[in-house]
């Protein structure tokens, strides 16, 4: 049962992450055991555990994907800001050879996709996951995978914003320049900066939803 219940924590995590489910929607055990072809319990397990994660949230008796107001999601920058910068400084000092080529593979591949939003938002991840692996810290590692988790309740990405994409692959050619040269110091400071500008970029995004609805 138990590699049950770590693919149904999984699936809903991914379907979370992916947008499938969006900040709002209720979700209901039984539909999910259907969707996902497993039972009950391990959907019932998995959804308590993203319960407890604050990934959902209490709607009456339902459970719905949780959401973030802006004063979390500023709450949660700060601390993306400060771990991810050290993630890159530690990355600086740590990666293999192997793993900063892989880094800058990342960089050229990804920069084909910037005209495909959510593709290049998949990337983007992958891109960040690989540097907190990079810093051979494995606590550090974990709260960032908590912090990233968190991030799937945004219900869009930064990178949809005209011109981001560019930009945001050029402050990555930055953050792997530095950690090709083992210079700790700028590969945290530009890894910072650049969360910095996603955090301003989303700031902008929300400013114009509120503005159209209103």
């Keep these: 049962m138990k590699p049950q219940q770590t693919d149904a924590y ?3 995590l991914e ?8 900040p709002g929607d209720r979700l209901v055990e039984s539909e999910l055991a259907d969707r996902f072809g497993v039972s009950r319990t391990p959907i019932r397990e998995a959804l308590q555990r993203l319960e407890t994660q604050s990934l959902l949230a209490r709607d009456g008796r339902s459970l719905i994907v ?11 920058y700060v601390v993306r800001r400060e771990l991810e910068g050290l993630a890159a400084s530690l990355a600086a000092r740590h990666a293999t ?3 900063v080529r892989i880094l800058r593979e990342m960089v050229e591949e990804d920069n ?3 005209d495909n939003p959510p593709a290049l938002a998949r990337a983007n991840r992958r891109f960040h996951k690989q540097i907190h692996l990079a810093s051979h810290n494995r606590y550090l590692v974990q709260q ?6 968190t991030m799937a309740l945004m219900a869009t990405t930064s ?4 011109g981001r994409g560019a930009i945001a692959q050029g402050e990555h050619d930055m953050i ?4 090709e040269e083992k210079n700790e110091a700028a590969a945290g400071a530009a890894l910072r900066d650049h969360i910095s500008v996603a955090f301003m970029t989303r700031l902008k995004q929300d400013a114009s939803r509120r503005q159209e609805e209103g």
Excluded: P, W, Y
């Excluded at 990178?159 to 005209?162: F, G």
């Design 176 to 179: 792997v320049r530095a950690i």
């Design 112 to 114: 084909e996709l910037m």
């Design 10 to 12: 999984s699936l809903l």
């Design 159 to 162: 990178l949809a914003a005209v």
């Design 144 to 149: 960032l995978d908590l912090v990233h988790r």
């Design 97 to 99: 050879e192997e793993e």
């Design 15 to 22: 379907a979370i992450d992916v947008g499938t489910f969006k």
């Design 66 to 76: 949780a959401s973030l107001d802006h004063n979390q999601m500023a709450e949660l």
